[in-house]
């Protein structure tokens, strides 16, 4: 019975060995093998591994590109600006042994790699004024971060895929006084183009009314003409006409006269002449004589 129980505690202990000797790498993953925490091998192939049970214990890290979120960095430009600066890092371990060496793990990757961003984006940045850090030139100075960053990084074992700044803003104080300079600059811009579209304004009345005047002193000077040379071909018309027949031309401006002196619509139309008067010579004869 003793040997029973003990053949059954053997059989147990050899199947905990057998389980903490395998350990399965998965396709997303490296494993740095430690033997009484020496780093002795790196596998980097996904699969069933084994080790020493109890003596060697496996460290996995990510084969994936991981991201870190830096904290925001107040950074003064060359122009003596400050900036506020949200950054990230997106990163990959390339070498597990020598990253297991000198960081440990990722916290003590990030701890580190905060501390070269932020010497990264006070070089980089802190060269340059305001209007080229929020420029298109900005992509070259991320690019010259990056760089610089993953020369240090090497020793980490990693590689630096990219480096961003997610938002860069002007601290309060700074911005209410840029807004305030630029509402000022905007106003000033605004009352010149006032200024100068009232000058416009004026002068182009002016010439309006001087062209205004031009027109109408010509129109009336050429209306003056007109009627002159008018009243004289109607002189010569008449004159023309009466010349014609001096009898007929008589007897009409004779009608022409009694038409105006009796028109219709008056109530008494009371003339007082002489019977004998040259108004009247119509009246007695048709001649007129």
Do not use: C, W
Not at 64 to 91: P, T
Not at 150 to 176: C, Q, T, W
């Amino acid at each position: 019975m003793l040997n029973k129980k003990f053949f059954i505690a053997i059989i147990i202990f050899s199947v905990v060995i057998l389980f903490s000797a395998l350990f399965t790498v998965h396709q997303t993953q490296q494993a740095l093998i430690l033997q009484f925490g020496d780093p002795i091998r790196v596998i980097k192939e996904p699969g069933l591994k084994i080790k020493l049970p109890l003596i060697q214990n496996a460290i996995f890290y990510d084969t994936r590109v991981l991201d870190f979120d830096a904290k925001v960095e107040e950074v003064i430009l060359s122009d003596q600006k400050r900036l506020l600066v949200d950054a990230f890092i997106r990163y990959k371990i390339l070498d597990p042994l020598k990253f297991y060496q000198t960081v440990g793990n990722e916290n003590g990757f990030k701890a580190r790699v905060t501390g070269l961003l932020s010497g990264g984006l006070r070089r980089v940045l802190g060269s340059n004024p305001l209007e080229v850090v929020l420029s298109q030139d900005r992509r070259s100075l991320m690019q010259k971060i990056q760089d610089s960053i993953n020369v240090e990084a090497d020793d980490f074992g990693v590689i630096l895929i990219d480096v961003r700044i997610k938002r860069a803003d002007l601290p309060k104080a700074n911005s209410e006084a840029i807004f305030a300079r630029m509402r000022a600059e905007r106003e000033k811009e605004a009352r010149q183009f006032r200024a100068e579209g009232a000058e416009a304004s004026q002068r182009i009345r002016s010439r309006a009314d001087r062209d205004k005047t031009v027109i109408l002193a010509e129109a009336q000077k050429k209306s003056q003409i007109l009627r002159g040379e008018g009243d004289g071909d109607a002189i010569t018309i008449y004159a023309n006409t009466f010349n014609k027949d001096k009898d007929f031309f008589a007897f009409y401006r004779s009608m022409e006269a009694y038409k105006k002196a009796f028109q219709e619509g008056d109530e008494d139309p009371t003339l007082i002449l002489s019977p004998d008067s040259e108004f009247f010579r119509f009246f007695n004869k048709q001649d007129g004589k």
